[in-house]
């Protein structure tokens, strides 16, 4: 990266390091005992900004296969304090209820073939009374969040995943009419459904007929679906239908699962904008948007991402996208660099014990004078090095 001073560059590549080798909190004051910076530099870096999606644009092109979809959802933080930018009530997915603390819009970029997540940038969510003052509501400020950064996500691809609780006329219609994105998502199970009318049209005066009665989801018409994919344990059905909710017309993909004595079926209404879009990969598209809640997962767990002890806006931006680069790094490092015919699963657990031990036998080498290059010491310190390891 260009124009980062070279203690900013040290900082960056320290910070980095140690939010993967850190166990328990990653506070100021946890970060200052085990890293090489006091807390009031860690404070006075953490105030300055840096471009965090043009880091991680370059750590995904170099390392990414090439075949992308952009993913985009909200993630809530617990957070207390008074004065703490953006504390408000926000809905929470784990506890299933409103509560007080943070939320960051996330994007991510989910690489297809080899079946991760990377961090892009995190946006922080502003609380409703400053939205209330922007007269704008908060689909309007998450579809403004992809508008205001399209022309950097084009360069990933021209698709972007979202959960069901955007499948919303005001999101939909913002995101097609001023950005060049398709979506890829699911309808709620009661959502109403019309087939479009596919038959000869009546001469003479009066509306053409447009629509040929209501979509019954546990009873398809098999005259407008088509069956685009069967395997043992899921079957596909397509068509062009039309969504009340969304007043346009969409792809719709009716995921049939089937248990395994094929007695109790399952159903999911996945659609896309996209008209031309196969099945296959609209079902490929929306699973593989799950990536980003292990990303989210990975990043709560190991890197500290609820852990930020700030009130201000950029200390608190910085520590959150710092969290989640820190889990991309780690995939590129450890899981991306190696290849597919020799990768197992990709545990952020491992590599943290991995650099927890090197940290620390780093540190007694230092005080103990202990050369790692010989002979005798080598084996030693590759076993300490991997203790505890389960993947050693």
């Not at 590129?332 to 620390?360: K, W």
Request: proline share 2%.
């Amino acid at each position: 990266m260009q124009g980062l001073s070279k203690p900013r560059k040290n900082f960056i590549s320290a910070m980095l390091i140690l939010f993967i080798s850190l166990r328990g909190r990653h506070t100021f004051m946890n970060l200052s005992r085990y890293g090489p910076y006091c807390e009031k530099t860690l404070r006075l870096q953490y105030g300055q900004v840096f471009e965090f999606a043009s880091f991680n644009k370059q750590l995904i092109s170099g390392r990414g296969s090439g075949a992308y979809i952009i993913a985009f959802d909200p993630c809530y933080l617990p957070k207390s304090g008074k004065h703490t930018y953006g504390v408000d009530t926000f809905w929470s997915g784990c506890l299933g209820k409103a509560a007080k603390g943070l939320e960051i819009a996330g994007i991510g970029v989910v690489d297809l073939e080899h079946h991760t997540a990377l961090h892009w940038q995190a946006i922080q969510t502003p609380t409703y009374q400053a939205l209330k003052q922007k007269q704008q509501s908060l689909l309007e400020h998450y579809a403004q969040v992809i508008i205001d950064r399209k022309e950097a996500l084009q360069a990933f691809s021209s698709y972007l995943a979202v959960d069901a609780y955007f499948s919303k006329q005001p999101f939909v219609d913002k995101i097609l009419q001023e950005t060049p994105f398709q979506l890829v998502s699911k309808l709620r199970s009661d959502a109403r459904l019309r087939y479009l009318y596919q038959g000869e049209q009546k001469e003479g005066r009066g509306r053409h007929k447009v629509y040929d009665g209501k979509l019954q989801t546990k009873q398809l018409d098999m005259h407008h679906f088509s069956l685009t994919a069967v395997d043992e344990k899921i079957n596909l059905y397509q068509a062009i239908v039309y969504c009340d909710a969304l007043k346009r017309k969409i792809n719709l993909v009716v995921v049939e699962s089937l248990s395994g004595d094929k007695s109790r079926k399952g159903q999911a209404l996945l659609f896309s904008t996209d008209l031309s879009l196969t099945a296959s990969l609209v079902y490929h598209y929306y699973k593989a948007r799950f990536q980003l809640e292990f990303l989210y997962r990975d990043a709560k767990q190991f890197t500290g991402l609820a852990h930020c002890q700030a009130r201000s806006e950029n200390k608190i931006d910085f520590h959150v996208n710092l969290s989640l680069t820190a889990v991309s790094v780690a995939k590129a490092a450890h899981y991306l660099s190696v290849p597919v015919e020799q990768r197992g699963s990709f545990s952020l657990l491992d590599i943290q014990t991995l650099y927890f031990n090197d940290l620390l036998l780093n540190r007694f080498i230092a005080r103990f004078a202990i050369d790692t290059n010989l002979e005798i010491n080598k084996q030693a310190y590759l076993e300490l090095l991997n203790f505890g390891r389960i993947a050693a």
